[in-house]
């Protein structure tokens, strides 16, 4: 995926986000927790969600947050707050297109509606170096 990218996954739709090099694509959200050592599985209701960033080269991603949604507007949320965490590493030219998501209701409405019929929402950036995937799963 090119530097400053950002890729949204939802169902089975394909569609590309107009204002940015954003692509929406169906497929999984990336797995669990499970197998990782020392963490606990997720609860078994409601919505996890996941931010972790992987580096080419290091043997592992990094888990930079996770939480417990109650609702698709919870999970949702929690997504938008960590991708502006996000944004704000990165450098002017990368953050662009994750600005765009953040400012994006309408691709918003879509992972809401995405979760409640029982679909993972995964939205994957990259810096040019570091890939940052934020993921919201119903439980």
Request: charged share 25%; glycine share 12%; hydrophobic share 35%.
């Amino acid at each position: 995926m090119p530097a400053g990218t950002v890729k949204a996954s939802e169902g089975a739709a394909a569609a590309h986000l107009p204002g940015c090099r954003c692509l929406l694509r169906g497929g999984p959200a990336p797995g669990g927790t499970a197998g990782r050592p020392g963490v606990l599985p997720p609860p078994r209701s409601g919505y996890w969600c996941e931010c972790t960033a992987r580096t080419p080269g290091l043997p592992r991603e990094f888990r930079l947050g996770a939480r417990q949604a109650d609702t698709p507007d919870l999970a949702v949320r929690w997504l938008r707050a960590r991708a502006r965490d996000v944004a704000e590493q990165f450098g002017p030219a990368f953050a662009g297109p994750v600005r765009h998501w953040l400012a994006d209701d309408r691709e918003h409405r879509r992972a809401r509606a995405a979760l409640a019929r029982g679909e993972p929402y995964t939205v994957s950036v990259t810096d040019g170096t570091t890939r940052y995937v934020l993921s919201a799963r119903p439980r």
